[in-house]
């Protein structure tokens, strides 16, 4: 076990963000989380103490970058006038952008299209059974290129992918045989990165800035979805200043996306 201080950092708020589809909150305060083929316990302890079910090595090796513990969270600011961000930034600072491997993001962010987060959630859930290797505890690593590439129509369609089943099938070929390398594209700048990815089967621009953001930690990238879309047409005249909010646009459109879902199930309460 090892334990450490994270401000802010809001294991619930996290886990349901939007950002990752494997993070699973067991307990009011517990998370499991589980990345490419490992997996944690986390426990918040309060005081912005969280206990890591591993030692200091691994929480440092793995854990401490996937959570983005060296980005400075307390710093940023709405713009003056802005009280939409500004209550967003109350309600969902301890969101933090996660450090995902480039090729869970893409895959889970290609699935992600015309899905609610549940939907999405049980789709990975079925492919990790069906192709990806055993873990322990009836967890499971995220199927390999190889393995995909491996599979049938129908093996790929029986994970519920639907129209996006060869989408899937095409890109895990592509990243299999070297066509693509994932981890050369992390040094291209921006724009070139988003229309590297938006080269691969059923990337488009929403798919695209949510890899960016979630995987590169492109903290620019603003992925625009059925949730922003409201958000920008109600609060913002169409139109969002990303340039003001340069270069953490990202993380105040995490904040935007949390407290615009947050307040609709508070609505839909009443």
Known sequence: MFETTIVPFDLQLT?????????????????MVVAQDQYVQVTALGDNRFRFACDEAQYLR?????????????????????????????????VRILRQHPW??????????????????????????????????????????????????????ACSLGY?????????????????DLDALSVLPDDQLDAALRTLPGVGVKVSACV??????????????????RVIHSEYNGTFPLEAYAPYAGIIQQYLFVYARHLARTQAAV
Not at 74 to 79: E, N, T, V
């Open 62 to 94: 793995t854990w401490a970058h996937f959570f983005d513990t060296d980005t400075d969270y307390l710093s940023l600011r709405a713009l003056p006038g802005d009280a939409y961000a500004e209550h967003a930034l109350h309600y969902a600072r301890g």
């Open 15 to 31: 886990a349901d963000s939007g950002q990752c589809f494997r993070m699973r909150m067991i307990s009011p305060d517990t998370c």
């Open 212 to 229: 960016m953001l979630f995987s590169y930690h492109r903290l620019n990238a603003f992925p625009v979805d059925v949730w922003m879309e």
């Open 164 to 180: 996006r089943a060869p989408y899937i099938a095409k890109t895990a070929q592509m990243v299999a045989s070297g066509t693509v």
């Open 104 to 157: 869970e993001a893409l895959i889970s962010f290609i699935l992600s299209q015309r899905r609610n987060i549940p939907a999405i959630r049980h789709c990975v859930e079925q492919l990790c059974r069906h192709f990806g290797r055993p873990l322990g505890s009836g967890l499971f690593a995220f199927p390999t290129p190889q393995a995909l590439t491996g599979a049938s129509m129908e093996e790929l369609r």
